[in-house]
């Protein structure tokens, strides 16, 4: 039996700015709602696969972040009370109550903040492959004012397109995939950079990027801060943990399963272990129930 999909616009207000929303929902049943990572890649359609996948059991709905996906993006403040403000707004609009809410990458301690502000709107978590610190100030954390000067060249006009693009072109995404996006490096076939190329050449792209990848979508600044997200009062947490996650990633997610704050459990891939293998993020899903 096909797989009832539709999308929705939402024309949302966020920090005093329009934020057009286009919100993809998938099957019937209990909703979900499924944050995309982000990342200069990042667009809902990566998680179409984990929304079929569970669209036997749910309403899945998916939105794209503002700044990112595969269209062309308004121009916002982009920083974390932005996307706080984004996701107040979207379950606004979306009011909910949601069974699940599910979260990847960077997106996770946003979904955490947003449960803790609306308590009752979520019935459990799921985080996959959590993270909340960006490429940047993993590979460099000494140079944080480095990262500043980064994005403001990117940002500029003329020259930051021109840096853009030497940045974002296929065989660079290729590569960048095939190091700690997927684990199988067979699954990174030209159709799939195809795509994602696609995405990062929308209007505006590489205010995201520039944004992310330098920090400045960082929700927090420590790991102390990150495990303080997880606070009396929040619904019950799962968090999936790929079994081929990058060590600096890795490493951070260990130390939230040791903390005994959420229940991990272990799901094959790398950072977008919910594309790679939606099925078996399903099943992990499904089995916390």
């Not at 809902?44 to 794209?64: F, I, K, Q, S, T």
């Not at 979904?111 to 308590?119: E, F, G, N, S």
């Amino acid at each position: 039996m096909p797989v009832r999909q539709e999308t929705r616009q939402l024309d949302l207000t966020v920090s005093g700015c329009p934020c057009p929303t286009p919100v993809d929902v998938v099957g019937e049943g209990p909703a979900a709602l499924l944050l995309p990572a982000l990342s200069t890649i990042s667009a809902r359609a990566e998680m179409h696969g984990l929304a079929e996948a569970l669209a036997g059991d749910h309403r899945c709905l998916v939105p794209d972040w503002p700044g990112f996906g595969d269209r062309p993006r308004p121009r916002l403040p982009l920083e974390p009370a932005t996307l706080h403000a984004f996701l107040d707004a979207l379950v606004s609009a979306l009011p909910g109550p949601y069974a699940l809410g599910i979260a990847a990458g960077h997106a996770a301690g946003y979904l955490v903040a947003a449960a803790a502000r609306h308590p009752g709107l979520f019935g459990r978590l799921v985080l996959v492959a959590p993270t909340w610190r960006g490429p940047l100030p993993t590979a460099m954390p000494e140079r944080k004012a480095l990262h500043g000067r980064i994005r403001r060249a990117i940002e500029t006009p003329l020259l930051g397109d021109a840096l853009y693009r030497l940045n974002i072109s296929p065989p660079i995404i290729g590569r960048m995939m095939r190091a700690h996006v997927y684990a199988d490096p067979e699954r990174v076939t030209p159709a799939v950079v195809r795509a994602k190329h696609a995405v990062t050449r929308q209007r505006n792209g590489r205010f995201g990027t520039a944004a992310f990848v330098t920090g400045g979508l960082d929700p927090v600044q420590s790991r102390e801060a990150f495990l303080a997200l997880f606070q009396d009062g929040l619904p019950p947490v799962q968090m999936l943990r790929p079994e081929r996650a990058p060590p600096r990633s890795g490493a951070e997610m260990d130390a939230l399963a040791a903390s005994g704050r959420v229940r991990p459990a272990a799901v094959p891939g790398a950072l977008s272990a919910h594309e790679e293998h939606p099925d078996a993020v399903a099943a992990a899903i499904r089995g916390a129930i």
